[in-house]
Nanobody
Framework: QVQLVESGGGLVQPGGSLRLSCTASGRTFSSYHMGWFRQAPGKEREFVATISRSGDSPRYADSVKGRFTISRDNAKNTVYLQMNSLTSEDTAVYYC????????????????WGQGTQVTVSS
């Protein structure tokens, strides 16, 4: 079992930046691939980014590539999502995810979810 708690969401103007954090408790954090997903109003939850257990080879959805950066600090049991050049299209609830299997996690089959944090991009 692992428990995930997100923080860092809020209201930001278009073009601005936010950094989300997700802190894990429970079993060994470094055993899990980690990821971020988001769900906008009226839409399905979608993949945003994942990162391997060791922090190598991040992967991104095309919609955020070049603007978002996923990273992790295994010593702090925390994964981050740095979001730059935000637009209204990025408005959503952002969810942290953890799983042993990275490919299936990217397809939405996730073992553990956080509770979500709201990101609103508006002037």
């Amino acid at each position: 079992q692992v428990q995930l708690v997100e923080s860092g969401g809020g209201l930001v103007q278009p073009g601005g930046s936010l950094r989300l954090s997700c802190t894990a408790s429970g079993r060994t954090f470094s055993s899990y691939h980690m990821g971020w997903f988001r769900q906008a109003p009226g839409k399905e939850r979608e993949f945003v980014a994942t990162i391997s257990r060791s922090g190598d080879s991040p992967r991104y959805a095309d919609s955020v590539k070049g603007r978002f950066t996923i990273s992790r600090d295994n010593a702090k049991n925390t994964v981050y999502l740095q979001m730059n050049s935000l637009t209204s299209e990025d408005t959503a609830v952002y969810y942290c995810a953890a799983d042993y299997l990275r490919t299936s996690m990217e397809r939405g089959r996730v073992g553990y979810w956080g509770q979500g944090t709201q990101v609103t991009v508006s002037s």
